[in-house]
């Protein structure tokens, strides 16, 4: 049910549907899933009837996709299989001020989707596109702030019609990270890691 609030570690039993009522075997049976959500989702399934996941004799997981709605009020789809893509180092576009003209040359290319590496503060040893100091604090070579940023993707979204997304990277932190300085134990070392 849309909605419903959808809980990530709580199941519902879904009813097998037998076309065949079972005369020469059970091959054909099915359940009817009706999703409303997209995202990646878990399933279990037992033999012994029982919900219990515990006593599940398989699982798995499936994937809904998401719709991708123009938000410029037309309530236009865009389907995935004519997304266009076009990958960006972000911290090669130069100051946030230049971004414009940058990327208007994927626009003239017809992608339809720009995206942008992570776009807060890099390491000042390794410069790695992927090697964030501060997760809060948009890059300062960019000389820039996020609302101008969001001006620029309204602007992308509203006038040219390009959706944008980003990485966000959560796993790991450059070494000049002020997160491993305060937190030590967020490292591998050898007391959390032997």
Not at 119 to 124: D, E, G, I, Y
Not at 146 to 167: A, G, P, V
Request: aromatic share 12%; with cysteine.
């Amino acid at each position: 049910n849309e909605e419903d609030q959808f809980e990530r570690n709580s199941y519902h039993e879904l009813k097998w549907i037998y076309p065949s009522s079972g005369r020469y075997d059970d091959s054909d049976r099915y359940v009817v899933l009706s999703c409303c959500k997209s995202g990646s989702f878990h399933y279990f399934f037992t033999i012994d009837r029982t919900t219990i996941k515990e006593n599940r004799n398989g699982q798995g997981y499936f994937h809904i996709e998401p719709y991708l709605i123009w938000p410029d009020g037309s309530g236009e789809v865009l389907e995935q299989e004519y997304i266009t893509c076009q990958s960006v180092l972000s911290k090669s576009l130069g100051p946030l001020s230049e971004w414009s003209s940058r990327i208007e040359v994927g626009r003239h290319s017809g992608y339809n989707m720009i995206h942008f590496t992570p776009v807060q503060c890099l390491s000042n040893v390794s410069n790695s596109s992927y090697s964030v100091s501060d997760h809060h604090k948009l890059n300062t070579k960019f000389e820039g702030t996020y609302e101008q940023m969001k001006i620029l993707i309204d602007t992308m979204t509203k006038q040219w019609r390009i959706l944008s997304i980003t990485d966000l990277v959560y796993n790991h932190v450059a070494n000049d990270c002020a997160l491993l300085r305060d937190h030590p134990e967020a490292a591998y070392n050898l007391i959390n890691s032997p």
